[in-house]
């Protein structure tokens, strides 16, 4: 797998996007200093980022690569979408081609149970170790980019009186 200045700035602006609506707090100030100086490196690396997403829908990335455009001009971001499944297979036989060369320079998958061979490669990306522990297998295996939960969706607008 490559390591770039091009892969330290894709993490860092996927984990930063939710708070681009939100007020923004102090820290940022920092972290956009850093995002502009990894923009800056990205751009004499040749200023592409390959990214292979895990997903259904092959425009599922929109949002992000607009968002993306908008902070990082300049910069091309290649997110190629497909079922994880796929890009697994794909994973697969490039590294048995090439040793640890990979096209993309970011792989966001799934399921990642479809894969425990790769937890033998223990394989730490760049800030792993920044990583909160719940989120993050010790050995390298995974961590993640989001956490979603799943609840009942019901708008107190739409609930009827209570009868007494």
């Known amino acids: 797998m490559k390591f770039s200045l ?31 100086r990894l923009c800056k490196e990205a751009l004499a690396e040749g200023g592409i980022i390959t990214v292979f997403a895990g997903g259904d829908l092959p425009n599922a990335d ?22 994880s499944r796929h890009h697994n297979v794909s994973i697969d036989s490039q590294l048995a081609k090439s040793g640890d ?12 149970h479809d ?3 790769w937890k033998s490669n223990r394989y730490k990306s760049i800030g792993f170790k920044h990583t909160y522990a719940p989120y993050k ?10 956490v979603f939960y799943f609840t009942d969706p019901i708008g107190n607008s739409r609930l009827k009186p209570k009868i007494t």
């Not at 894709?10 to 930063?16: N, Q, R």
């Not at 060369?101 to 990642?112: G, N, Y």
């Not at 297998?137 to 989001?146: C, F, I, Q, R, S």
């Open 115 to 117: 894969i425990p061979h």
């Open 6 to 36: 091009s892969f330290s700035l894709f993490v860092a602006i996927v984990s930063l996007l939710p708070f681009e609506s939100r007020a923004k707090p102090r820290y940022l100030k920092r972290e956009e200093a850093e995002l502009q």
């Open 62 to 83: 929109a949002d992000v690569v607009k968002a993306f455009y908008s902070k990082f001009p300049g910069i091309t971001l290649n997110i190629t979408t497909d079922l």
């Open 137 to 146: 297998d010790e050995e390298g295996y995974y961590w993640a980019t989001n």
């Open 101 to 112: 060369a990979l096209e993309p320079d970011v792989i966001r998958l799934q399921p990642l």
